[in-house]
């Protein structure tokens, strides 16, 4: 199995900062990696996919990056709707794909 | 707008069973394949099942092989999940959830559903 280990397990910011969040995969994955993100009682939501694609109507705000086993989101400018949990995701082991433990973006 | 409205969950015993339904809208379901994905209370998430766009393919996640099975029926645009043997650990949020690509699953999630609960509990 596949394991996705996200750091940091929360971040702590405020409106405005930029967020710099991390997602390492156990072996190579090159770059079928999924962004995810989850506010409190909602289903999860599409925000990158392969990377470094953006899903359809994310803001630009939101980028990923990376490739082989490390992974980056970045927000640049934190709104207060953005403060959620964050889950990267892996498809190369299709149909055994496999999600991160989340990142927590607070206030 | 891509509407996924799951159904079937509640509170059952362990051992028993339960069926899920999903009912799509807003989108061409027949073009393509649907997921469940589940989250367990307080836990990350969980892929557990995936039905092809024309419900010939099927592939289930090994926690679940051998008790749970996936069907659609395009003519109602529905999917379902079949949860037999259930255990205490498979208490959880149940999402279905749309892949991404046209046709073949690529495992990329990019419409959920509001989630269902279900609690195996004695």
């Known amino acids: 199995e596949i394991v996705l280990t996200q750091s940091p397990a929360t971040l702590s910011l405020s409106p405005g900062e930029r967020a710099t969040l991390s997602c390492r995969a156990s072996q190579n994955i090159r770059r079928f990696l999924a962004w995810y993100q989850q506010r409190p009682g909602q289903a999860p939501r599409l925000l990158i996919y392969?990377?470094?694609n953006r899903a359809t109507g994310i803001p630009a705000r939101f980028t990923g990056s990376g490739s082989g086993t490390d992974f980056t989101l970045t927000i640049s400018s934190l709104e207060p709707e953005d403060f959620a949990i964050y889950y990267c995701?892996?498809?190369?082991?299709?149909?055994?794909?496999?999600f991160g433990g989340g990142t927590k973006v607070e206030i | 707008q891509v509407q996924l409205v799951e159904s079937g969950g509640g509170m059952v015993q362990p051992g028993k069973s339960l069926r899920l339904s999903c009912e799509a809208s807003g989108f061409a379901f027949n073009r393509h394949a649907i997921h469940w994905v589940r989250q367990g209370p307080g836990k990350g998430l969980e892929w557990m099942a995936v039905?092809?766009?024309?419900?010939?393919?099927?592939k289930v996640a090994d926690s679940a092989k051998g008790r749970f099975s996936i069907s659609r029926d395009n003519s109602k645009n529905t999917v379902y999940l079949q949860m037999d043997s259930l255990t205490v650990e498979d208490t959880a949020v149940y999402y279905c959830?749309?892949?991404?690509?046209?046709?073949?699953?690529?495992?990329?999630?990019?419409?959920w559903g509001q989630g269902t609960l279900v609690t195996v509990s004695s």
């Open positions: 392969d990377a470094s």
């Open positions: 995701q892996q498809r190369t082991s299709w149909p055994a794909v496999t």
């Open positions: 039905v092809a766009n024309d419900g010939r393919d099927k």
């Open positions: 959830t749309k892949d991404l690509a046209s046709q073949a699953a690529e495992y990329h999630f990019d419409s």
